[in-house]
């Protein structure tokens, strides 16, 4: 059995992840910032398959602390997978941001990603396989008015990616990326509306897709597991957009 760490796991596309991962019987290790709805998350993994393991972590990747990751390793089976998904989005233009609205989306969008990886890597070279995800965005692709320090950071984001996939290739470590587009999570502040103004906002986001429809969570996870699994073990320094074709209408 193989291990799988999520960061972003308490909600949206990570829990989505989190609970493919559990029926795909593997170990995993939870992180987030919220506890309460971590703990519901590892309690759903469980429910799902009582076979494995899952370690929750409490841990605001804006204040890092690796003791806490490297700690947990040894808890589970192999950790072969890590799937960089914490992120928040704030809006503003260069002239509205704040200096604070760069440092915190840089600090959570990239830089936690970033420390995550390099406390994984050795252990990935010791065993001779490990696999990247980066969830990115659209808008590291194709930005939008409005999203310059989001948009920005997620492109890195992308580049960072490439390069991992190159320098990890020889040690059997690798990088892929996906770009969700416009989803039903609580990273929008749609998510939080009440029903019926909620629904009039997501059908007037969805005439901006080719699909006519919003993404789901679950619609995500499926390609990250994809991509992060053995499933696509011939696959690295790939960038796949999961976005309704809302870059290309």
């Given at each position: 059995?193989a291990?799988?760490?999520?960061t972003g796991?308490?909600?949206?596309i ?24 971590l703990?519901?998350?590892q ?6 398959n009582?076979?494995?393991k ?16 490297l ?21 503003g ?5 704040t ?8 600090q959570?969008n ?16 010791k065993n ?9 965005s ?14 920005a950071?997620?492109?890195?984001m992308i580049n ?5 996939a190159q320098?990890?290739?020889?040690s ?6 996906v ?6 999570t609580?990273i ?26 919003i993404?789901?969570p679950e619609q ?8 992060a ?7 690295t320094?790939s ?11």
């Open positions: 059995m291990a799988a760490l999520i796991a308490s909600s949206g990570g829990a989505a992840t989190a609970k493919l991962f559990a029926q795909n019987n593997y170990d995993l290790i939870l992180v987030a910032r919220n506890e309460q709805r703990r519901d998350i309690k759903q993994c469980l429910d799902l009582s076979k494995i899952v370690i929750s972590i409490v841990l605001d990747l804006k204040n890092y602390v690796s003791s806490k990751i700690s947990s390793l040894n808890q589970v089976s192999s950790v072969e997978i890590l799937v960089n998904n914490a992120g928040i989005y704030e809006r233009s260069t002239t509205e941001s200096d604070q609205i760069w440092e915190d989306q840089f959570i990239l830089m936690g990603a970033v420390k995550i990886t390099r406390d994984l890597w050795p252990y990935f070279e001779k396989k490990g696999s990247i995800l980066n969830v990115s659209t808008l590291g692709i194709k930005p939008a008015p409005g999203t310059s320090a989001y948009s950071i997620k492109a890195a960072w990616t490439l390069c991992l320098e990890g290739g020889a059997n470590i690798r990088a892929n990326c770009c969700p587009g416009i989803v039903d609580p929008h502040s749609f998510h939080h509306l009440p029903s019926e103004q909620k629904n009039k906002t997501m059908n007037q986001y969805a005439q901006f897709q080719l699909l006519d429809q993404g789901k995500v996870a499926e390609a990250i597991y994809f991509l699994s053995d499933k696509s073990s011939w696959t320094g960038v796949l957009s999961i976005d309704g074709g809302i870059n290309i209408k």
